[in-house]
């Protein structure tokens, strides 16, 4: 299948301070891609679904100024949590597909453990 | 996005047993797919089904779906202690995007 490589795996930064998650596609043009997040013992919750070129749609609730989110190429989406409080402390996962897989399947990266302190 | 439906929410068996995890969903979709997910990992998919597919199989695993009850089980036979994880399922609807369930954790007592 495809890949999708998600960097970095796991951060600790400080609270007020802004972390940048990136989400390659390796082999396949991601024209479409999103960002999900994941509390613990719960499932993941779609935060935003960025096309490429286009800016991302946020689901309801989700600050938008808080998680920027660029998809400036057809194989690299970035999400970067700007002014981070350990309330965003939270596993955040990165899905992309397009053309190339059919649009059949979403592939996911590794995932990253984001802890604020 | 709607949350689609997952049951049980949490399983514990033998291993050797059986398990079957089941997932309702709510809009039409273009296909289903299970993923599994290690404590504090990233998801690893299993399998996919079509919405045209009845039944599939893949090693130990085999899905079912009806699109009637818009509803798909995934059974693992003969479970191993490694089988221990969250198993999910989504479903991809016609805007691509994938609607996911809530999870079952399955746990398998060696």
């Known amino acids: 299948g495809a890949v999708v490589s998600q960097h970095p795996s796991w951060v600790i930064c400080k609270s007020g301070t802004s972390v940048k998650i990136e989400c390659r596609s390796l082999d396949f043009q991601a024209t479409t891609m999103f960002w999900y997040r994941q509390f613990p013992k719960q499932s993941l919750m779609l935060m935003a679904t960025?096309?490429?070129?286009?800016?991302?749609?946020?689901e309801q609730g989700v600050e938008k100024d808080k998680f920027l989110i660029n998809h400036a190429s057809l194989t690299l989406s970035t999400l970067t949590v700007t002014s981070a409080h350990p309330e965003d402390s939270s596993f955040y996962i990165c899905?992309?597909?397009?053309?190339?897989?059919?649009?059949?399947?979403?592939?996911f990266g590794q995932g990253t453990r984001l802890t604020v302190v | 996005s709607q949350q689609g439906e997952e049951d049980p929410q949490a399983l514990s068996i033998q291993e050797g047993e059986n398990a079957t995890m089941n997932c309702s969903y709510k809009?039409?979709?273009?296909?289903l797919q299970w993923y599994r997910q290690n404590s504090g990992r990233g998801l690893v998919h299993l399998i996919l089904i079509r919405s045209n597919e009845r039944e599939k199989h893949s090693g130990r695993l085999r899905v079912t779906l009806d699109t009637s009850k818009k509803s798909s089980s995934l059974l693992i036979t003969a479970s191993r202690a490694a089988d221990t994880a969250s198993y999910f399922c989504?479903?991809?609807?016609?805007?691509?995007?994938?609607?996911w369930g809530a999870g079952t954790k399955l746990i398998i007592k060696p």
């Open positions: 960025s096309n490429e070129g286009s800016k991302a749609t946020y």
């Open positions: 899905s992309a597909t397009g053309p190339g897989t059919g649009w059949t399947e979403a592939f």
């Open positions: 989504a479903s991809l609807g016609s805007n691509y995007q994938l609607i």
């Open positions: 809009t039409s979709i273009n296909n």
